[in-house]
């Protein structure tokens, strides 16, 4: 029988505390570490033993790591007395923040020679889902290494994704946080443009939110294998037509009435101009 594995859990911040509550109770036991002398006495209170260094984590099995950046990821695992300097073969350290994916394609090369495996696997979903245990984690590792660390994930996360080799999880992490900040700067114009139209932005929020969880907001329209354009005989392309002809009329409505209220409305209109080909559904006549 494959013995339960040790727990170790760096950086208890917003992010880290709740991930790493969840592991309480674990039977293979959790050491938990953090610059904070107080942020760790929680979990010592709920059993877990608290490390006065990055040496003693390193003797958990499976160690997951939720710092601010690059520069403390690569500290907390290759500086002077990192985890590298102490782990044993074997160990999998987890890196959860949101980093360059080069970083963790590089710190798992460097640390491969010992039989240290870096998995990257961030995290989406907030401080909130990952106290319920609702987050969804991005893996980048190699099979039996992601098989490996699958249970205790689902501790903190209801979706474990496989992404790929090392690197994979920061890269879906990115376009995932992408596609995030993309729509705040269009909810930004959206509000704009209501607000020069004479509008409740209180109501309007209410709007977009109630529809949104109804129709899944842009998730909705991400079904699709590839990006390339659709064949002809696809039964889902009469679906995304017509979703190309309801988009391209409203945006020609919205931005209409913007230029009726001399508001500017840039990303609406890249959004018109491209909508087509982003659905994979462009016009007759133009390159598919």
Do not use: C
């Not at 594995?5 to 938990?32: C, D, E, H, S």
């Not at 002398?37 to 984590?57: D, K, R």
């Not at 950046?69 to 300097?85: E, K, M, P, T, Y």
């Amino acid at each position: 029988m494959t013995a339960i594995p040790r727990l170790g859990y760096i950086g208890l911040g917003n992010q880290g505390a709740p991930m790493a509550k969840r592991y309480l109770g674990w039977p293979g036991g959790l050491t938990v570490f953090d610059l904070r002398t107080e942020a760790m006495a929680p979990f010592v209170e709920g059993g877990a033993a608290a490390a006065a260094s990055l040496a003693e984590v390193a003797d958990a099995d499976i160690i997951s790591v939720t710092v601010l950046d690059d520069a403390q990821v690569r500290s907390v695992i290759v500086g002077d007395d990192g985890l590298a300097a102490h782990a044993k073969p074997g160990t999998i350290i987890a890196i959860h923040s949101t980093i360059s994916d080069t970083t963790a394609v590089e710190l798992a090369r460097q640390l491969e020679p010992q039989g240290v495996y870096v998995v990257d696997a961030p995290v989406s979903g907030g401080a909130g889902a990952a106290a319920e245990g609702e987050l969804a984690t991005m893996v980048g590792a190699d099979d039996e290494t992601f098989q490996r660390i699958k249970e205790p994930f689902r501790r903190w996360a209801s979706l474990v994704i496989h992404a790929g080799e090392p690197g994979a999880g920061t890269r879906m992490k990115l376009a995932r946080n992408m596609l995030t900040f993309v729509s705040y700067a269009a909810a930004a114009e959206a509000e704009k443009l209501a607000e020069a139209s004479g509008l409740s932005l209180r109501a309007l929020a209410r709007v977009v939110r109630h529809s949104d969880a109804l129709t899944g907001g842009p998730g909705a329209i991400m079904f699709r294998e590839t990006t390339a354009p659709m064949k002809r005989d696809d039964p889902l392309r009469p679906l995304l037509e017509h979703t190309r002809a309801l988009g391209e009329k409203d945006l020609g409505l919205a931005l209409a009435l913007g230029e009726s209220l001399s508001v500017e409305l840039p990303l609406a209109r890249l959004a018109l101009e491209r909508l087509a080909a982003g659905l994979g559904v462009p016009h007759p006549g133009l390159a598919e």
